[in-house]
């Protein structure tokens, strides 16, 4: 069993940044793919980035050199520096883990709200 605590969002001004956190549970981490979701109201659920045991990372085309995924294994937590901030940016944004041999996501967060607005 896998707990996942995000924690960072917030309301911050157009081209602002924030760094998200994910603080997970469990002795596995080092070997989950972790992942960063969000939803915006009347919107699916979509995939921002990611970041596997092996260090490879991928980004939604709208999160390309503005996001960056990290992951501190020692700490057993994901970040996401957000950069560049829009007002379509606007969601609440959920961490998620998967393990192997799938590596589908099973474990989620509660989510945090992000708020990019002037």
């Known amino acids: 069993q896998v707990q996942l605590v995000e924690s960072g969002g917030g309301l911050v001004q157009p081209g602002g940044s924030l760094r998200l956190s994910c603080a997970a549970s469990?002795?596995?981490?080092?070997?989950?793919?972790m992942g960063w979701y969000r939803q915006a109201p009347g919107k699916q659920r979509e995939l921002v980035a990611a970041i596997t045991p092996f260090w490879t990372t991928n980004y939604a085309d709208s999160a390309k050199s503005r996001f960056t995924i990290s992951r501190d294994n020692a700490k057993n937590t994901v970040y996401l520096q957000m950069n560049s901030l829009k007002p379509e940016d606007t969601a609440v944004y959920y961490c998620a883990a998967g393990g192997p041999p799938t590596y589908e996501y099973t474990y989620w967060g509660q989510g945090t709200q992000v708020t990019v607005s002037s």
């Open positions: 469990g002795s596995r981490f080092s070997t989950n793919v």
